[in-house]
C-alpha cells in the first residue's frame, strides 16, 4: 500500500491510509464511541504493535475524510498461521466505522484494502472470529464472502474448570 488510498464510495470520498501516532487518540474515541469503553491502554499497545513494526505483515488501516474531524473507520489484521496446523493467513482482528457514516461503503473498502495487504504479502486466505450475537459483523463480513472455515472456536471459563 502506498501511505493512501483514495476511496469514493456513492459520493463520500474518503482516504484509506496506515494509521499514524496522530490518529490513535481518534481511534480511542471512535472505539469508546461505539463499545461505552475507552481503552487507551490497548490501542496504544495495538498501535505499537501493527503500526510500528514488521508493517509488511501487520496493518492498521483508517479512513478519513479531508476537512472532517476524527476517522471514519478502522481495520486492523495480521499475517499469522502455524497454530495448530493453520497455514499462513490473514486476519482481521478489529474493524469499526463511525455509526454516522456507515451504509456509505467505508468498511467495504477498509475490508477490501486490508485483504490487497494480504495478497501483497503472499496470502490467499482470511480469517476472522465474530460472537454468534453480533449481527453487525456477522453481517458485514458475511456480505464481504466470508464463510463458516475449516476450524471450531473452543472456549472453557477458567472459574468453572
Same mark, same amino acid.
Given at each position: 500500500?502506498?501511505d493512501?488510498?483514495e476511496q469514493?464510495k456513492?459520493?463520500a470520498d474518503?482516504?484509506?491510509r ?8 481518534d481511534?480511542i474515541d471512535?472505539?469508546a464511541r461505539i463499545t461505552? /469503553? ?14 510500528t513494526?514488521r508493517?509488511? /505483515?501487520?496493518?492498521?488501516l483508517?479512513a478519513e ?6 476517522i471514519l473507520?478502522?481495520?486492523?489484521g495480521?499475517?499469522?498461521?502455524w497454530e495448530f496446523?493453520? /497455514?499462513?493467513c490473514g486476519?482481521v ?9 456507515r /451504509?456509505?461503503?467505508?468498511g467495504e473498502?477498509?475490508f477490501k ?6 495478497r ?13 450475537q453480533?449481527p ?19 472456549e472453557m471459563?477458567l472459574d468453572?474448570?
Amino acid at each position: 500500500m502506498t501511505d493512501e488510498t483514495e476511496q469514493s464510495k456513492e459520493g463520500a470520498d474518503f482516504r484509506i491510509r496506515r494509521a499514524t501516532a496522530e490518529h490513535l487518540q481518534d481511534v480511542i474515541d471512535l472505539d469508546a464511541r461505539i463499545t461505552g /469503553q475507552p481503552k487507551p491502554e490497548f490501542w496504544q499497545d495495538i498501535y505499537d504493535r501493527y503500526a510500528t513494526r514488521r508493517v509488511d /505483515q501487520r496493518f492498521f488501516l483508517v479512513a478519513e475524510k479531508e476537512g472532517r474531524p476524527g476517522i471514519l473507520g478502522l481495520i486492523a489484521g495480521e499475517v499469522r498461521g502455524w497454530e495448530f496446523g493453520s /497455514q499462513p493467513c490473514g486476519w482481521v482482528f478489529a474493524v469499526s466505522v463511525d455509526p454516522e457514516v456507515r /451504509q456509505r461503503g467505508i468498511g467495504e473498502a477498509l475490508f477490501k484494502e486490508m485483504c490487497n495487504e494480504f495478497r501483497r504479502a503472499g496470502m490467499t486466505t482470511v480469517r476472522t472470529m465474530v460472537r454468534r450475537q453480533n449481527p453487525l459483523h456477522m453481517s458485514f463480513f458475511r456480505s464481504e464472502g466470508m464463510m463458516a472455515g475449516p476450524y471450531t472456536q473452543l472456549e472453557m471459563n477458567l472459574d468453572e474448570g
